[in-house]
């Protein structure tokens, strides 16, 4: 049984920093890719970021050169570093993994993940 469990959200003034973890269990970590995604209160879920097997990573447009995704497969953990916060990033954010890991997939979409943390909130003022 795979379980997520995401930590770090709060609450944090704009131009703030926060750092996200999802600690894995259940399956061997290194050979799955991991997502963030997030949800802002009535929006859709959103892709955030990946991190596939070697370290390949993608982000959203929203995020690009603010957030960065990393992983330590020795902790079973994935990180997301969250800087210059802005209001509009305040949502749920989740982590996500995949049943079986493709190579070729980009990974981005919602429905290629099968495992879902609960979710942390973070909360950004002005």
């Known amino acids: 049984q795979v379980q997520l469990v995401e930590s770090g959200g709060g609450l944090v003034q704009a131009g703030g920093s926060l750092k996200l973890s999802c600690l894995a269990s259940?399956?061997?970590?290194?050979?799955?890719?991991f997502g963030w995604f997030r949800q802002a209160p009535g929006k859709e879920r959103e892709f955030v970021a990946r991190?596939?097997?070697?370290?390949?990573?993608k982000y959203a447009d929203s995020v690009k050169g603010r957030f960065t995704i990393s992983r330590d497969n020795a902790r079973n953990t994935v990180y997301l570093q969250m800087n210059s916060l802005k209001t509009e990033d305040t949502a749920d954010y989740y982590c996500?993994?995949?049943?079986?890991?493709?190579?070729?997939?980009?990974?981005?979409?919602?429905?290629?993940?099968?495992?879902w943390g609960q979710g942390t909130q973070v909360t950004v003022s002005s």
């Open positions: 259940g399956r061997t970590f290194s050979s799955y890719v």
């Open positions: 996500a993994t995949g049943l079986r890991y493709y190579n070729y997939r980009d990974y981005v979409s919602l429905d290629e993940y099968e495992y």
């Open positions: 991190i596939k097997t070697g370290g390949s990573t």
